[in-house]
């Protein structure tokens, strides 16, 4: 009885311990995620803060795309950019590098700033001195060799900050999303009662092996 009560203590306090890390982990995380999003909405809240300050105006680069794969014909490219503030943007700068890819054509809407013989051969596309009014939005067209391109750069005049969008990070954000706390924190919680079952009949198999062997012991 007296092996029995210890195994069984010893379990209790293993139990006890992998419920007190499970939850504090737990609540380290959600504490953890918290603070990074006060952070990121007091950054947010500076930076508007700073546009409003100052008259400058926000510019946004969204829904940025290509194809996944690449055919035989021409691919395409596209993107937004848009101007997320009361104030214009002045003599803006867009330049998106295709890097080894070329520029077989390309057009933006509503207003067409491309000029042909700028794109000829090129691989760069680069737009200058065009404005942007509030809430406006500039979209921009491309066919071009392959479905890639390296990087995609906004600057300007009066802008709050310099906007930028590369491929790399785009295709990792697409390919690879953020784990899911719950699901490692059930992870976490698992490991711990495989480790108690583990311990649990390791403790089993030397109590076992000490009945067996104590006739021979005494």
């Known amino acids: ?33 918290t603070k990074i999003h006060e952070a990121e909405k007091q950054r947010v809240e500076l930076r508007k803060q700073v546009v409003e300050n100052k008259k400058l105006a926000k510019i946004l680069i969204s829904n940025t795309y290509v194809p996944r794969i690449n055919t035989n014909i021409d691919s395409i490219f596209y993107t937004e950019i848009s101007n997320e503030s009361e104030n214009p943007s002045n003599n803006m700068l867009l330049t998106v590098n295709f890097g080894g890819t070329e520029i077989r054509a390309c057009e933006t809407l509503p207003f067409n700033y491309v000029k042909p013989e700028s794109i000829k051969n090129s691989s760069v596309l680069t737009l200058e001195n065009f404005k942007l009014l509030s809430n406006e939005k500039l979209y921009v067209y491309c066919q071009t060799s392959s479905p890639m391109f390296e990087s995609i750069k906004v600057s300007g005049d009066n802008l709050a900050y310099r ?38 009949f390791t403790l089993a198999g030397i109590a076992f092996s000490n009945k067996k062997l104590k006739p021979y012991l005494d």
């Open 1 to 33: 009885m007296d092996t029995k009560a210890a195994i069984f203590t010893c379990i209790g306090a293993i139990v006890a311990s992998a419920i007190t890390a499970g939850v504090m982990y737990y609540n380290n995380e959600r504490t953890l995620q």
């Open 163 to 200: 906007v930028s969008k590369d491929f790399e990070s785009m295709r990792i954000k697409t390919v690879a999303k953020s784990g899911n706390s719950y699901a490692t924190f059930f992870k976490v919680i698992g490991c711990i009662v495989a480790l108690i079952f583990i311990g649990f």
